[in-house]
C-alpha cells in the first residue's frame, strides 16, 4: 500500500470511528480473504467494509443491497475492471470509497458515482487510467472533500466537471511510467491542498509545479528523491506565489540540497514550511550559512533519520536554530542538543517534543565554565516534551534568560528535584505543564511566581508543603494521579478558582480545609478510594450541594458518577449518594444523649445492687488472683533464657520508610531519649552473609520483634520474610515478642492474601499508631519504650559505658 493510500484509509477510518456505532457487525474485515465477489452475508448493520487485496474482478448491482449503513468501503489492490451503475444505489450514506490499486481504465465512465452523492473521499489512484478527463458523474459529487486520482495525461479541461466542486484536498498520483501534463490543466480545480504524489524516481514537471503554485493555498510534495536543484531554480524564479504552506513529505535529501532549499525559500512568500519523514545524507563537517531576512513564518522538522554517523551535529543544531522564522519545530527527532543561536532570534515559539535532548539545552562550555544561552530573549512557547530531562533546578538555568517565556511544556520526561538547590525561572511565564515526571511536594518550592496555570498530574507528589513560594496568581493546579492522602491548603495560591485531584489516595478528604480558598469554583476529586465512615459525611453533603441548580458554591465534577466507596467491604463499589451515614451515629453529643442516659440509670442500679450483695469485695479478691498469676507467668522468663540476646527489638520496615525510622524511632528509643538496643538491617545486618541469615540472627538477638506497618511494607517480599521468621520464634517467646506499629491507616483489603498471619496479629492483639499530632507523640514513645523494656544480660557494651 502506498503512503498516499495508506494515509488516505487512515483518514477515512478515524472519521469513520467516530461517528460509527461500537457493536462488532458494524466494521467487517474481509481483507486477504482470497475472494472472487461481494459475499452475499455482509452483516445488515456493517458501516465499514474492508474488502482489499483480494480478487475481485467485477462489482454488480446488488452487491451492496443488504448493507444500507455502509459508510466506509475499501476494495483497493482487486483486480476491478468494471463496476454496474446501480452498484452503491442501496447506499445512500457511503462517505468514503477507496477503488485505488485496481483495473479500472476510463475515469469518463464512472456512471456509479450519480448514486454517492454523499460521498465525502475517493479514491481513484493507481487504476490504469490514460487520461485524467472527468466524466459528468463527477459533477453530481458536491460534498466531496477529498480526491486522489492518477492518470498518465493531464490535459486542458480535463476537470471541468468538478470545477463547482470545493475540494479540501487533491492528490495526484504520478504512476512510474510516461507521463505528461498540459501546463494551465489545473485551472478548474477549487481545493485548499495539492498533493503530488511520486513514485520511484520521477522528477516532478516543472508546469505541474508551476501551476501548484500558482494555485493552491497549500502544497505537498511526496516521495521526491532528486530533482532538488530544478525546484530551487524554479523557485528562485517566482517570488511570489498563492502557495503560503509547502509540505515535504517522504523525502530523500542531501544535506546540501536541504539547506540550499531552505534558504531560498525563506526568500519567497511562502510562509510555512513542513519537512516530515526525511533522510539526509552527505551531512556537514562546519557551519552551513542561513539567510537572516525572511517572510517566512514557521518551519517543521518531524522524524528526519541521518544516514551518516560521523558529521558535525553543532553545525546542523547552528543551522536551524539560526533560522529568521517566529516558529521552529524539530520533533520526533534523534536529536540531543539544541546550540544557542549566534546572534539575537526572532523565534517566538519552539518546539523540541520528543526527541533526546539533555540538560546541556541551549547551554556551552567555555573550559571549565557552562554559559547560558542568552540569545532566545523573544521566545513566548517552549515545548519540551518527551525528551530526556532530568534536573528540575537544571532546566531553570538553562531558560532563565528567555525573559519573554509564557508557555511552558515539559511532560514526559524523568524531572526531578530535591529542594536543595535554587531555582532561576524567568519571570514571566504563566502556564507550566510537568505532567508524567518524577516530581514531588518539593517542586512548590521551584516554581515560577507568576504561574496561573499549573498541570503536575501523574507525578509523585503526596503533600503540599507548608512552607512553600506563594503563587499569587495560580487560578488552575492539575494533580490528578498524584498520590495526596488530602486536601491541600490554599494558603500559598489565594486565587485558586480550579483544584483537579482525580484518581490520588484521598480516603475521607477535609472539606474544612476548603474554607482557605476563597476563590475555589472547581473541584475534581473523583476516582479515589473514599472510606465510607462519619468522616465523610462533610464531603457527601459538598456533592449533593454541588448538583442543585441554586447552588453557587464549589462545583463538583463527575458528581456523583464517579465516586465510590471502597471501605468498609459492605457498602464497597456503592456510589457516595446512595450512602446514607445517620446524624446520631456520628454525633457525640447525640450518641451521648441516646446511650449515656439509659446507662447512668443501669450503672446506678447494679452499683446499688452490688453494694448490697458485697461485690466489691469479691472483686478486689479476684484482681489480688489475677496480679499474682501474672507476675509468676512473667517469672518465667529467667535469666538463662536470655543468654544470648543482645538487643531489646529488631526492627523491620520497608526501604520507603527509612526516612521515619531513622529521624523518628531511633532517636526516641536509643541513646538517651530511650536507653534501648535496637536492632536494624543497616547497622547490625553482617557483610558476607545472606539476607536470610542475617535476619535469622538478628531475630535470635533480639528479646522482642517490631514491624512498622504501612502500605509499602506490604509490598516488601523481605518484610514478608521477616514476619514470617519472627512470628515462628513467637512460639518461644510468648505473644508479646511481636509489636505491631502502624504508621499509616492499613484496611484489612489492602493486605495481600500472603500476609495472613499478619491479618490475624491485627486482629487479636493490640498496636501502637503512630498519631499525626505532634501533641500525641511524647505518650506514644513512652508507651512503646514500655513495651519493650527488658533486662539484657549480653546487651553491647556503648562507647559511654566503656
Not at 522564522?325 to 532570534?345: D, F, G, N, Q, Y
Not at 573550559?367 to 530531562?389: A, F, Q, S, Y
Not at 492539575?478 to 482525580?502: A, H, I, Y
Not at 547490625?684 to 536470610?692: A, E, M, N, R, Y
Amino acid at each position: 500500500m502506498t503512503p498516499v493510500t495508506a494515509a488516505l484509509w487512515a483518514a477515512a477510518i478515524l472519521m469513520g470511528l467516530q461517528g460509527s456505532s461500537s457493536f462488532p457487525d458494524s466494521r467487517v474485515d474481509l481483507s486477504s480473504k482470497n475472494l472472487s465477489s461481494v459475499p452475499r452475508d455482509l452483516p445488515r448493520k456493517a458501516e465499514s467494509i474492508n474488502l482489499s487485496c483480494n480478487h475481485i474482478q467485477q462489482l454488480h448491482g446488488g452487491d451492496f443491497k443488504n448493507t444500507p449503513l455502509l459508510r466506509f468501503l475499501n476494495i483497493s489492490w482487486n483486480n476491478l475492471k468494471d463496476i454496474d451503475e446501480e452498484t452503491f444505489l442501496d447506499t445512500p450514506l457511503l462517505k468514503d470509497l477507496d477503488l485505488s490499486h485496481n483495473g479500472l481504465r476510463n475515469l469518463s465512465g464512472q456512471q456509479y458515482l450519480l448514486h454517492t452523492e454523499n460521498l465525502l473521499v475517493l479514491n481513484l489512484a493507481f487504476n490504469k487510467f490514460l487520461t485524467m478527463t472527468l466524466g459528468s458523474e463527477f459533477s453530481s459529487l458536491v460534498k466531496l472533500e477529498t480526491l486522489a486520482l492518477g492518470a498518465q495525461n493531464i490535459s486542458l479541461g480535463d476537470f471541468k466537471n468538478i470545477a463547482k466542486v470545493k475540494l479540501r484536498t487533491l492528490t495526484l498520483s504520478l504512476e512510474n511510467k510516461p507521463w505528461s501534463y498540459t501546463a494551465g490543466s489545473l485551472i478548474d480545480v477549487q481545493a485548499q491542498r495539492l498533493q503530488i504524489a511520486l513514485t520511484g524516481s520521477r522528477i516532478l514537471d516543472h508546469d505541474l509545479f508551476a501551476d501548484a503554485l500558482s494555485l493552491f493555498a497549500e502544497v505537498e510534495l511526496m516521495n521526491l528523491r532528486s530533482g532538488f536543484k530544478d525546484l530551487s531554480e524554479q523557485l528562485i524564479e517566482r517570488v511570489e506565489t498563492l502557495t503560503s504552506h509547502l509540505y515535504l513529505t517522504n523525502i530523500y535529501i542531501s544535506w546540501k540540497d536541504l539547506t540550499d532549499s531552505v534558504n531560498i525559500l525563506l526568500h519567497t512568500s511562502i510562509t510555512h514550511l513542513r519537512v516530515s519523514d526525511v533522510t539526509m545524507y552527505n551531512m556537514p563537517f562546519q557551519e552551513t550559512n542561513v539567510t537572516q531576512t525572511s517572510k517566512m513564518k514557521s518551519f517543521t522538522a518531524r522524524e528526519a533519520v541521518v544516514k551518516e554517523f560521523f558529521f558535525s551535529q553543532e553545525a546542523v543544531y547552528n543551522f536551524f536554530i539560526n533560522m529568521p522564522v517566529e516558529s521552529l519545530a524539530m520533533v520526533e527527532m534523534p536529536a540531543i542538543h539544541m546550540t544557542c543561536p549566534k546572534s539575537h532570534s526572532p523565534i517566538l515559539q519552539l518546539d523540541f517534543s520528543n526527541c533526546a535532548l539533555s540538560d546541556s539545552i541551549f547551554s556551552r562550555v567555555e573550559g571549565e565554565e557552562i554559559l547560558e544561552c542568552e540569545k532566545l530573549d523573544n521566545v513566548r512557547k517552549l515545548n519540551l516534551v518527551g525528551n530526556n530531562l532530568r534536573s528540575f533546578q537544571m532546566l531553570s538555568k538553562r531558560v532563565q534568560y528567555m525573559k519573554s517565556l509564557q508557555h511552558l511544556d515539559l511532560s514526559l520526561n524523568s524531572l526531578v528535584y530535591d529542594g536543595l538547590l535554587e531555582c532561576f525561572w524567568p519571570p514571566n511565564i504563566t502556564n507550566m505543564t510537568l505532567s508524567s515526571n518524577g516530581l514531588t511536594g518539593s517542586v512548590f518550592k521551584c516554581l515560577p511566581k507568576a504561574t496561573e496555570n499549573l498541570d503536575l498530574q501523574n507525578n509523585q507528589v503526596s503533600v503540599i508543603p507548608s512552607s512553600i513560594l506563594k503563587l499569587g496568581n495560580l487560578s488552575s493546579l492539575n494533580l490528578n494521579s498524584n498520590r495526596l492522602r488530602d486536601l491541600p491548603v490554599c494558603t500559598g495560591f489565594p486565587l485558586l478558582s480550579e483544584l483537579l485531584l482525580k484518581s490520588n489516595s484521598l480516603h475521607a478528604p477535609s472539606v474544612n480545609k476548603l474554607e482557605s480558598c476563597p476563590e475555589l469554583k472547581t473541584l475534581d476529586v473523583s476516582y479515589n478510594p473514599f472510606t465510607c465512615t462519619c468522616v465523610l459525611r462533610s464531603f457527601i453533603s459538598l456533592g449533593i450541594k454541588s448538583k442543585r441548580r441554586s447552588h453557587t458554591g464549589i462545583k463538583l465534577l463527575s458528581w456523583p458518577k464517579d465516586y465510590y466507596c471502597t471501605y468498609p467491604e459492605a457498602v464497597r463499589d456503592f456510589s457516595l449518594k446512595d450512602i446514607s451515614i445517620s446524624e446520631v451515629s456520628c454525633n457525640v453529643g447525640l450518641l451521648a444523649a441516646a446511650i449515656l442516659g439509659p446507662a447512668v440509670i443501669v450503672m446506678i442500679a447494679i452499683v446499688t445492687l452490688c453494694h448490697h450483695l458485697d461485690v466489691p469485695w469479691y472483686m478486689g479478691m479476684i484482681w489480688q488472683w489475677t496480679r499474682a498469676k501474672h507476675r509468676a507467668r512473667m517469672r518465667q522468663v529467667r535469666p538463662e533464657d536470655l543468654l544470648g540476646v543482645e538487643f531489646h527489638a529488631f526492627v523491620s520496615y520497608s526501604q520507603h520508610d527509612a526516612d521515619w525510622v531513622h529521624n523518628s524511632l531511633l532517636p526516641n528509643l536509643e541513646g538517651p531519649a530511650g536507653g534501648l538496643q535496637i536492632c536494624h538491617h543497616e547497622k547490625s545486618f553482617v557483610p558476607g552473609k545472606t539476607i536470610i541469615e542475617n535476619i535469622i540472627a538478628c531475630l535470635e538477638k533480639s528479646r522482642r520483634s517490631v514491624f512498622v506497618l504501612s502500605a509499602n511494607f506490604v509490598k516488601s517480599e523481605w518484610c514478608h520474610y521477616e514476619l514470617y521468621f519472627a512470628s515462628h520464634q513467637r512460639l518461644a517467646w510468648g505473644p508479646d515478642s511481636i509489636v505491631l506499629v502502624l504508621l499509616e491507616p492499613l484496611p484489612q483489603y489492602l493486605i495481600p492474601s500472603k500476609y495472613n498471619q499478619l491479618k490475624s496479629m491485627m486482629g487479636r492483639h493490640t498496636y501502637l499508631e503512630w498519631p499525626q499530632e505532634r501533641a500525641k507523640h511524647m505518650l506514644f514513645w513512652a508507651n512503646f519504650r514500655a513495651a519493650l523494656q527488658a533486662d539484657l544480660p549480653n546487651a553491647p557494651v556503648t562507647h559511654e559505658e566503656e
